[in-house]
């Protein structure tokens, strides 16, 4: 009786066969060339199952020459034999190697180190056009929050959601107002909070990229809406005289979180104006390429949502100083601007 | 006869792609009931390890209770957050961007996810994919559940709109869904074949019955008979080995040659003449000479 390690240890790769025995042609080209087919199958079989570490260099290394060789196997089977069995055999084997010899290379590490080092901020700045007009209608939700609840009081309850406006409503003292933007003693729960900010963030912003899809349009009336909010906000503290106040609350963490929101937008409206307007290329394809750029800075943009959470829970409950909240606000939205427009590299430096 | 042609057309599922090499790769389109039930599958294991690692967690929150630790509560209510959006939009990222670029559903329905246009599958390129599911699965479920029986225009009008997303993959010929179309990819199923014996080993390949001594000899008229797919056709009953086909197809090629049927040694005389019929129609491809079916 076989031990019973026997069955879990690899089957080795049997003896040569006799490859004069075959009567036909084809069949002894087959058996010549199967050895290494059988070789690269083992080798594919353990990259696929993802223990890369235990694959021998030199297997690796073969890797390539192997592929080729069973590439050249399939294009001459193709044409001399008719073993149904073998050529079905080869397709499969080649297309699991291709997928191997061409797949998806890039580690972790190494996306990291491209996407920090310019492959984001490029992207960013592809979408200059987009992240001009997402601007435009950001600032417009603004106003038209500010007029609407200027003009009639029932518009600042239509736009501020009601668990948002506890003390915060059209009518209330200036203590009350202020009391709302002053911070906490103890930071108990903070990081609780900042992370719920985070995660609630991150589905508003992916929501305002995947809207995108329909030509941009749902994008913009996320973007809309939102802001029209915040201008509402604005003019009931401005109504108290708290406008600077405000400002220097919502700051502190606003210019990384709206500009995080306006690259989301952005993006969103990118993919919908490719595919309205896809140029000399077909839809798909304009569609494909921008949205891999649009991911790009979407991957950013969630990276952006942790820090604004981080200031929005910590920085802004535990400084209350308005001058030093707007200092903080302002640091990070010139780092921002740095980072994304004056961070430039050559494109050779940046591959992919 | 009809029927055996139509059987040979090309499936409507079939591509090809062209590796940089220049050789051209068939590939089939995964089945939306495959991605269906892969997708299914990857909610179900998503759906359990969420339900286990917030019991884990309410349990460690139950034991710490009532000790006064609210800063070990609060900082698993942090990681729970954390953890529910990790799965949220990390596992499919995590899973496609593996050497298999299949999440543990595909790989069980046997499919998995390549670029459209045959080069690298790229980290952006899952990312763009992923990100969409957000409007294509989660948000039509949470809606589903949310306002099911409300009814009202506002409520059919937002729910057409996301079964617009739902029910992409029916209105193109790829079956890409919109995080598909977005990312430049498309989900292909991944053949795995064994190699097979070599077919021409054996004595009765050489044309001598090892049980009957008997010499197969088959002349050019008899096999200019068949084609390529009668051949294949012959290799996979070779193949199967059951001893009911072999008798039925050995009795009807004889009906059709001319020879009289045997019995007993079918094995060894299909054997022979699927040799010999191979070994011509190699011969007549190498001279670029092809001939598919025996009506041709």
Not at chain 1, 183 to 211: M, R
Not at chain 1, 230 to 253: E, P, R, V
Not at chain 2, 69 to 84: P, T
Not at chain 2, 267 to 282: D, G, H, M, P, T
Request: charged share 20%.
């Amino acid at each position: 009786m076989k031990p019973i390690t026997a069955l879990f240890r690899s089957k080795p790769i049997e003896e040569l066969p006799d490859i004069e025995a075959a009567a036909l042609r084809s069949d002894r080209f087959r058996l010549e060339r199967e050895q290494d087919w059988k070789r690269l199958e083992a080798i594919l079989k353990r990259m696929e199952s993802g223990r890369l570490r235990k694959v021998p260099d030199e297997d690796l290394l073969e890797l390539p020459a192997l592929y080729r060789t069973a590439a050249s196997s399939l294009a001459i089977a193709r044409e001399t034999s008719l073993d149904a069995a073998t050529l079905a055999y080869l397709e499969s084997l080649v297309q699991r190697a291709w997928f191997q010899v061409y797949g998806p290379r890039s580690s972790l590490i190494g996306w990291l180190r491209r996407f920090f080092g310019g492959g984001w901020s490029a992207s960013v700045r592809e979408l200059w056009l987009e992240i001009c007009i997402a601007l435009a209608v950001m600032v417009a939700g603004t106003i038209v929050g500010w007029v609407l609840s200027a003009r009639d009081e029932a518009w600042y309850y239509a736009l501020v959601p009601t668990d948002f406006a506890d003390s915060r409503v059209p009518g209330a003292s200036r203590e009350v107002l202020d009391k709302s933007l002053s911070g906490v003693e103890k930071i108990d729960g903070l990081s609780f909070f900042s992370a719920f900010l985070f995660s609630n963030n991150a589905k508003v912003a992916i929501l305002a990229f995947a809207l995108g899809f329909a030509f941009g349009i749902p994008s913009l009336m996320l973007l809309m809406q939102n802001l029209a909010t915040l201008g509402a906000m604005l003019w009931l503290f401005s109504q108290a005289g708290l406008t600077l106040d405000f400002a220097a609350w919502l700051s502190i963490h606003g210019t990384t979180e709206l500009f995080a929101i306006l690259l989301a937008g952005a993006a969103g409206l990118h993919i919908g104006r490719s595919m309205a307007f896809p140029g000399n290329r077909t839809v798909v394809a304009a569609a494909a390429e921008s949205g891999q750029r649009a991911a790009q800075v979407m991957a950013g943009v969630v990276l952006m949502l942790v820090v604004a959470a981080l200031l929005e829970s910590f920085a802004r409950q535990l400084v209350t100083d308005t001058g030093m909240r707007l200092a903080i606000g302002g640091t990070m939205l010139a780092l921002w601007l740095a980072y994304f427009f004056a961070f430039r590299r050559s494109p050779g430096d940046i591959g992919e | 006869m009809s029927r055996a042609r139509a059987l040979r057309r090309p499936d409507r599922r079939k591509r090809v792609l062209v590796t940089p090499e220049g050789l051209s790769l068939p590939l089939t389109i995964a089945s939306r009931g495959a991605r269906a039930s892969a997708l299914m599958l990857d909610l179900i294991i998503m759906g359990v390890i969420q339900i286990a690692v917030t019991l884990a967690l309410l349990g460690i929150v139950i034991g710490l209770f009532g000790e006064g630790q609210s800063a070990a509560m609060e900082f698993l209510g942090v990681v729970w957050i954390i953890a529910m959006f990790l799965f949220r939009y990390g596992y499919f990222l995590y899973f496609e961007l593996g050497p298999r670029g299949a999440t543990p559903g595909k790989r069980l329905t046997g499919i998995r996810v390549a670029a459209r246009d045959g080069g690298r599958l790229s980290v952006n390129a899952v990312i763009a994919r992923n990100l969409l599911r957000d409007i294509e699965i989660f948000l039509p479920l949470i809606f589903l559940m949310s306002s099911a029986g409300q009814g009202g225009a506002a409520n059919w009008a937002s729910f057409a709109w996301l079964a617009i997303f739902l029910l992409f993959p029916f209105f193109n010929r790829d079956a890409m869904r919109a995080g598909d179309l977005i990312a430049g990819t498309w989900v292909v199923e991944v053949p795995r074949r064994k190699l097979e014996q070599a077919m021409s080993l054996g004595e009765a390949a050489r044309g001598r019955s090892v049980a009957t001594g008997a010499q197969y000899r088959f002349g050019e008229a008899e096999l200019s008979v068949y084609g390529e797919y009668e051949l294949q056709t012959l290799e996979r009953v070779l193949r199967e080995n059951n001893p009911e086909a072999l008798v039925a197809v050995a009795t009807a090629i004889c009906n059709k040659i001319g020879w009289s049927a045997g019995s007993g040694d079918e094995r060894a005389f299909l054997e022979a003449f699927y040799a010999q019929l191979r070994a011509r129609l190699e011969r007549d491809m190498r001279f670029g000479k092809r001939k598919a079916d025996k009506f041709s």
